[in-house]
């Protein structure tokens, strides 16, 4: 089946370190996007890829870097510059070229900083 | 910018009640919009989407949204709420491509 795969679902780091999540998908989708969600407050965007190679800052892209390789794979470094980053992460993945064409998530990636 | 309101940061029906979400948007031109449903740790699954063509969009789940550009309203309706609808719902639209701007979503509680 295709989809969206996100790994870990949990993930537990020392404040201080950089910590990556991955987003794997299997939609053959052109655009791929990463949202953090924290509650009473919607999903913000962090960061979107439209194109392998060529990505593009969201609204909150302070503390956090991407990397676009490959078309399959989105992966998200959370960095010790991120002053709050313990947050439910969303991968999210669509395709560009049709318009109101709708994002496909992942089931996310719970990230907790002590 | 576009904006995403959604009234309600709670909702709360009785099980064979009328479900109804709002949701305002604010959008220069006539834009893409969605619903979405969110379980407890997990992703977020569509529930209808507008695009064009007929303003009564049905959904899954027995679930519909009307668009109506008059009132910039997209409001989500099921006629008899059920336990398993117990979720959080978020409203959102696009303009440009496909980057979605998100309501700050409504929890949804039906009680028994």
């Known amino acids: 089946d295709g989809g969206i795969t996100q790994s870990p679902k949990y993930l537990f780091r020392k404040e201080g370190q950089n910590v990556t999540l991955s987003c794997e998908q299997n939609?053959?989708?052109?655009?791929m996007y990463w949202y953090r969600q924290d509650p009473g407050q919607g999903l913000r965007l962090i960061y979107y890829?439209?194109?392998?190679?060529?990505?593009q800052k969201g609204d909150i892209a302070e503390g956090y870097s991407v990397s676009r390789e490959k078309k399959e794979s989105f992966p998200l470094t959370v960095t010790s510059a991120q002053k709050n980053p313990t947050a439910f992460y969303l991968c999210?993945?669509?395709?560009?070229?049709?318009?109101?064409?709708?994002?496909?998530f992942g089931n996310g990636t719970r990230l907790t900083v002590t | 910018a576009q904006s995403v309101t959604q009234l309600g940061s709670h909702v709360s029906v009785s099980e064979g009640a009328l479900v109804l979400l709002r949701c305002n948007y604010s959008s220069s031109v006539p834009p893409y919009l969605f619903w979405y449903v969110q379980y407890p740790n997990q992703g977020l699954q569509l529930l209808l989407k507008?695009?064009?063509?007929?303003?009564l969009v049905k959904g899954i789940n027995g679930f519909e949204a009307e668009f109506k550009k008059s009132e910039t309203s997209f409001h989500l309706t099921k006629p008899s709420a059920h336990m398993s609808d117990a979720a959080e719902y978020f409203c959102a639209v696009s303009k440009y491509g496909n980057k979605l701007v998100f309501g700050a979503g409504t929890i949804l509680r039906v009680k028994s």
């Open positions: 890829s439209q194109i392998v190679n060529d990505f």
């Open positions: 507008y695009t064009t063509g007929a303003t």
């Open positions: 939609l053959n989708h052109d655009a």
């Open positions: 999210a993945s669509t395709d560009w070229g049709a318009l109101g064409s709708p994002l496909h």
